[in-house]
């Protein structure tokens, strides 16, 4: 069955970079697209940006700048890093399955929550 | 970007029917979906290109709507139905609604 798990710290220095691994199992990443999103505690969802299937990537334009998303596909892994991180960038991060052929997420890990500590 | 606006809480009786609406601040075709969170929880999918709902989803979940406005209604209300719903568009890039509580009574 199609799963996703992020692994990643719970607490992150103010300005420095967040790392998060994002394992899927049940599908290929060179079949289906692999995004992240996050949801700031009693907030809404934020998209990020997505690594394709194909291999390239496309970030929201909030992050572009301090925002890197790869992939392993022999481990069937999805790395985020963020770097510079903020207190506002406390959150909990999800990674989220794209369905193949519309632009919606069908399968969504159960997320890892980073807080920023000054 | 596109912003989505919900309404942010409703309260409904188990049983009624219940409308939640999503408006974009512009057309997005039917390039939206909806999703229900439970606290604590991931969001799962309902609902996916305005009116298709998604496998294993009860029907008493529908979607409507195309352009600008949109809404999901649920009925009947059960118990298990206490969650947040958010809408998400998915025609210019990707942004979600800040969601709508609903709680019942």
């Known amino acids: 069955q199609v799963q996703l798990k992020e692994t990643g710290p719970d607490l992150v220095q103010l300005t420095q970079t967040l790392s998060i691994t994002c394992t899927v199992s049940?599908?290929?990443?060179?079949?289906?697209?692999v995004e992240w999103v996050r949801q700031p505690p009693g907030k809404g969802l934020e998209w990020m940006g997505a690594?394709?299937?194909?291999?390239?990537?496309d970030y929201n334009s909030a992050f572009k700048s301090r925002l890197s998303i790869s992939r392993d596909t022999s481990k069937s892994q999805v790395f985020l890093k963020m770097n510079s991180l903020q207190t506002d960038d406390t959150a909990k991060y999800f990674c989220?399955?794209?369905?193949?052929?519309?632009?919606?997420?069908?399968?969504w890990g159960q997320g890892v929550m980073v807080t920023v500590s000054s | 970007d596109t912003v989505l606006t919900q309404s942010p809480a409703l309260a409904v009786s188990p049983g009624e029917r219940v409308t939640i609406s999503c408006r974009a601040s512009?057309?997005?075709?039917?390039?939206m979906h909806w999703y229900q969170q439970k606290p604590g929880q991931q969001p799962k999918l309902l609902i996916y290109?305005?009116?298709n709902l998604e496998s294993g989803v009860p029907a008493r979940f529908n979607g409507s709507g195309s352009g600008t406005d949109f809404t999901l209604t649920i009925d009947p209300v059960e118990a298990d139905d206490t969650a947040t719903y958010f809408c998400?568009?998915?025609?210019?890039?990707?942004?979600f609604g800040a969601g709508t509580k609903l709680e019942l009574k």
């Open positions: 989220a399955r794209r369905s193949r052929w519309e632009k919606y997420f069908d399968y």
């Open positions: 049940g599908f290929s990443l060179t079949t289906y697209n």
């Open positions: 690594m394709w299937n194909g291999g390239g990537t």
């Open positions: 512009k057309s997005v075709s039917t390039g």
């Open positions: 290109g305005a009116s």
């Open positions: 998400q568009q998915s025609w210019n890039d990707y942004t």
